[in-house]
């Protein structure tokens, strides 16, 4: 992994077919010029020490298209992602199916799926700015069991066994695996579809053969998986639409 050492943070702009595009420019001690698109702050150039302003605009002028195309994109999926109101018919996903949330009263605290409707049952007492947090824990939950057993029917097939599985909330990975052969999960699949959700457990679970995307690494994925660029593809396109 590069280790980036920052020197000094800018912050200019240039001009393209009458739109200004702000940019970041990181000073580090790689060789090349990047241009990465990052939702939170913008474009980010990371440059050498030795490269000159001038050489950094003019690799922003010829990307000028790439950029404002990826951050068009940016905007799509922020206007995309989800804002929940935790109130009576607002909508949730589960395995790619949306349910309407109905809250109702309870003798007892739970969260259960009816038809297609998702019930949040409250007992007196409990208010319903506790919606979200048991929401939250349901889906953990939920996840938990269903990654679990997804685990074990792909770790089956591939005759591999992972050392630990632990499912977590990580912001921008869906999966990932260790040296160690530990397998972390995001608890957000289980909002996916299940083709999707098998695809990151399959594609985790591949790297216990093969840590790196080797040939050999894609080989063994599409002898387990063979439509799994078209999965792969419909993770990147709707992803940011998980998540409460």
Same mark, same amino acid.
């Given at each position: 992994?590069?280790?980036?050492?920052?020197?000094?943070?800018?912050?200019?702009?240039?001009?393209?077919?009458?739109?200004?595009?702000?940019?970041?420019?990181?000073?580090?001690?790689?060789?090349?010029?990047?241009?990465?698109?990052?939702?939170?702050?913008?474009?980010?150039?990371?440059?050498?020490?030795?490269?000159?302003?001038?050489?950094?605009?003019?690799?922003?002028?010829?990307?000028?298209?790439?950029?404002?195309?990826?951050?068009?994109?940016?905007?799509?999926?922020?206007?995309?992602?989800?804002?929940?109101?935790?109130?009576?018919?607002?909508?949730?996903?589960?395995?790619?199916?949306?349910?309407?949330?109905?809250?109702?009263?309870?003798?007892?605290?739970?969260?259960?799926?009816?038809?297609?409707?998702?019930?949040?049952?409250?007992?007196?007492?409990?208010?319903?700015?506790?919606?979200?947090?048991? *929401?939250?824990?349901?889906? /953990?939950?939920?996840?938990?069991?269903? =990654? +679990?057993?997804? %685990? #074990?029917?792909?770790?089956?097939? !591939?005759?591999?066994?992972?050392?630990?599985?632990?499912?977590?909330?990580?912001?921008?990975?869906?999966?990932?695996?260790?040296?160690?052969?530990?397998?972390? *999960?995001?608890?957000?699949? /289980?909002?996916?579809?299940?083709?999707? =959700? +098998?695809?990151? %457990? #399959?594609?985790?679970?591949?790297? !216990?053969?093969?840590?790196?995307?080797?040939?050999?690494?894609?080989?063994?994925?599409?002898?387990?998986?063979?439509?799994?660029?078209?999965?792969?593809?419909? *993770?990147?396109?709707?992803?940011?639409?998980?998540?409460?």
């Amino acid at each position: 992994m590069n280790t980036y050492h920052l020197v000094c943070v800018e912050m200019p702009s240039i001009q393209y077919e009458g739109q200004d595009i702000g940019y970041i420019v990181e000073r580090t001690r790689r060789r090349t010029v990047a241009i990465y698109i990052d939702p939170q702050r913008g474009v980010v150039v990371r440059a050498p020490k030795r490269a000159s302003d001038r050489e950094v605009r003019g690799f922003l002028l010829k990307k000028a298209p790439w950029i404002l195309r990826k951050l068009a994109e940016v905007r799509q999926r922020a206007a995309e992602a989800p804002r929940h109101t935790y109130l009576d018919g607002d909508v949730f996903l589960y395995l790619g199916e949306p349910l309407r949330l109905r809250i109702c009263s309870a003798r007892k605290n739970g969260v259960d799926i009816l038809g297609q409707e998702i019930i949040v049952s409250l007992k007196s007492g409990i208010s319903e700015d506790d919606v979200p947090a048991m *929401l939250r824990k349901w889906y /953990v939950a939920c996840a938990r069991e269903l =990654l +679990d057993e997804r %685990v #074990a029917f792909y770790s089956e097939e !591939l005759g591999v066994m992972p050392a630990r599985i632990a499912i977590r909330e990580q912001k921008k990975r869906w999966g990932s695996c260790s040296a160690k052969g530990n397998i972390n *999960l995001n608890w957000k699949l /289980v909002m996916a579809p299940p083709g999707i =959700l +098998d695809y990151v %457990v #399959a594609h985790e679970l591949c790297h !216990l053969r093969y840590p790196n995307h080797q040939p050999e690494f894609w080989g063994l994925l599409a002898n387990l998986m063979p439509d799994y660029a078209d999965r792969r593809n419909g *993770l990147k396109k709707n992803g940011h639409k998980l998540g409460l």
